[in-house]
């Protein structure tokens, strides 16, 4: 069965600083990765997604992610943190395309701290 | 860009009423999804929709029923609201097949509290 883990529910950084937010999952087939984010009161947006290809994968607002299939992770990474990074933060994962079975995890909300 | 529009951003409903969540997606999406978002647990799926008149239970379903009577719009009901039914509950649709790669494209959300 596919799962997904985020480690740590909150994560601190201070402006300018590395962003790094945890996502592993496990699943028997290669999957489909997504990171979404959401800003308060707002719904979810993509910020990158890995489907086939390259493992590095560059999204929006300077963010990417790397597909490492040995550590069954998908981390993503921002070098300096800027205030309007704060938000919560989802990784998702399914095994193909044209499927309604995404599992979410539990998600990360980003503080920046100035 | 695709817009999936949820008709009411913040409801406050009595216990025992009847609810109704809309949503209206514009992008000929085949696959329409209710997810409910509480802290702590992510985002849970109540029922999905991959056809007009087609539904699919997701992993909570219990207490909530949808309709799909045109491809554009999927509403999720709740027959009869409970307090533990107070949440965020989210649209999301996507295309099937072909090319795509899956991605869920969300509404802002529907913020319910059932006093």
């Known amino acids: 069965a596919q799962s997904v883990t985020q480690l740590g529910s909150h994560v601190s950084v201070s402006e300018g600083a590395l962003v790094l937010l945890r996502c592993n999952y496990s699943?028997?087939?290669?999957?489909?990765l997504f990171w979404y984010v959401q800003y308060p009161n707002q719904g979810l947006q993509l910020l990158l997604k890995?489907?086939?290809?390259?493992?590095l994968v560059k999204g929006i607002n300077g963010f990417e992610a790397e597909f490492k299939k040995s550590e069954t992770s998908f981390h993503l990474t921002k070098p300096s943190a800027h205030m309007s990074d704060a938000a919560e933060y989802f990784c998702?994962?399914?095994?193909?395309?044209?499927?309604?079975?995404?599992?979410f995890g539990t998600g990360t909300r980003l503080k920046v701290l100035a | 860009d695709v817009k999936v529009t949820q008709s009411s951003r913040y409801l406050v409903k009595r216990t025992g009423e009847k609810v109704f969540l809309e949503c209206v997606q514009d992008?000929?999406?085949?696959?329409m999804f209710w997810y409910r978002q509480d802290p702590g647990l992510g985002l849970r799926l109540i029922y999905f929709?991959?056809?007009?008149?087609?539904?699919e239970k997701g992993d909570i379903p219990e207490g909530y029923s949808v309709s799909r009577e045109k491809k554009e719009r999927f509403s999720l009901i709740l027959e009869s609201a409970s307090t533990n039914q107070t949440s965020m509950y989210l649209c999301?649709?996507?295309?099937?097949?072909?090319?795509?790669?899956?991605?869920?494209?969300f509404g802002e959300g529907s913020r319910l509290t059932v006093l």
């Open positions: 992008m000929d999406h085949e696959n």
């Open positions: 890995y489907t086939t290809g390259a493992t």
């Open positions: 699943s028997s087939v290669p999957p489909y």
């Open positions: 929709s991959y056809d007009v008149k087609m539904k």
């Open positions: 998702a994962v399914t095994l193909t395309s044209g499927t309604y079975k995404y599992i």
């Open positions: 999301a649709s996507s295309l099937i097949g072909g090319m795509n790669t899956g991605e869920l494209f």
